[in-house]
């Protein structure tokens, strides 16, 4: 069994290397109409050049796993602004996506709680929509949209579970196919848990991204074995392995909230059950300290016996 183990988005090793920093609507509204065409293209600059920073540090240190920042380009779909963000950086864009498929680089995007499916609001769906064609044409401009995920959330219940699952499914029908095959769903830690989520990644054909923190803090009825079998399978058709999400409590009283590093202890269960069923999957890592936690964590698991380091950032377990 081989795991790989990668981070979100800002490599804090770096110096000043943000691939997220902004402009509010707020700010852009104060500016003279002809700056701020040329602002927003400084900003999204930046942040083109830090992603880059962060692909080249991926790379010198074997860490194939990363997750994109969804703010590269800022105010990309705020309904008064939606600006050509492709055009002007065709190049930066290619020569990203070019170092991801050369090094065979994992890439990702998850978007924010308010891209979801749930809402009985039309205009809130239309957002969402919108999001997510903005995270897939990044994708596109990259060239590596066939390969890419993007990670949502089924959403909130609404009060009613049942009722929202059902306006889940059917709001969906309102995205895009092509978009709708490289999305996938995570377990949440307050209403949607791992056997809810499975469910409907089963109905819609949609793979289960499972986070393991959230599992532990909104527990399913079934075994986790069972619910592993299960979630595995959903990833059958996309050729990727299984992605897993990793993260440690940042206290007992703040159960749900990311601690700086993933304790062993706390993920040891789930390593050990991954064992028996010795197939290689991924883990992203959800902590604070982002790469230091991921190298740090690749040091722990190859501590155990029978675990041995094959890169910067995977193990294998014979």
């Known amino acids: 069994m081989k795991i790989r183990l990668g981070y979100v988005s800002h490599a804090i090793s770096l110096w000043e290397a943000s691939p997220a ?42 860490i194939q796993l990363y997750r994109l920042s969804s703010s590269i380009v800022p105010l990309a779909t705020h309904p008064e602004v939606l600006w050509d963000f492709v055009t002007p950086f065709k190049e930066e864009w290619l020569e990203i996506g070019d170092l991801i498929k050369k090094y065979r680089l994992r890439v990702s995007f998850h978007p924010n709680q308010f891209t979801l499916f749930t809402s009985a609001r039309e205009d809130v769906t239309r957002n969402a929509i919108k999001d997510m064609e903005y995270h897939y044409r990044m994708f596109e401009a990259m060239g590596v949209e066939k390969e890419s995920i993007i990670n949502i959330h089924i959403g909130g219940a609404y ?25 996938t769903l995570e377990n949440d830690d307050k209403t949607y848990n791992a056997d809810e989520t499975l469910l ?66 706390f993920i040891r269960p789930l ?29 722990d698991i190859s501590s155990i016996r029978g675990v041995k380091r094959i890169g910067g950032a995977e193990v294998e377990w014979k």
């Open 271 to 299: 390593l050990d059950m991954l064992k028996t069923f010795n197939r290689d999957v991924d883990f992203m890592i959800e902590a604070k300290a982002k790469d230091k936690a991921a190298l740090k964590l690749t040091e």
């Open 21 to 62: 920093r902004t402009l509010t609507f707020t700010r852009y509204q104060q500016m003279p109409e002809e700056e701020r065409l040329e602002k927003l293209k400084a900003v999204t600059a930046v942040n083109l050049q830090n992603t880059l920073r962060m692909l080249y540090f991926n790379i010198a240190h074997e």
């Open 200 to 265: 409907a990644c089963q109905k819609e054909n949609i793979p289960l991204l499972f986070d393991y923190h959230h599992h532990m803090a909104n527990l399913s009825t079934r075994p986790l074995d069972e619910l592993l079998a299960e979630i595995f399978q959903t990833w059958e058709k996309t050729g990727l392995k299984p992605k897993i999400h990793i993260s440690s409590p940042k206290s007992e009283k703040a159960f749900r909230s990311h601690a700086d590093y993933v304790e062993l202890d």
């Open 159 to 183: 009060g009613d579970k049942l009722a929202t699952i059902g306006r889940f499914h059917e709001n969906l029908k309102m995205l895009p196919y092509h978009i709708k095959e490289q999305m």
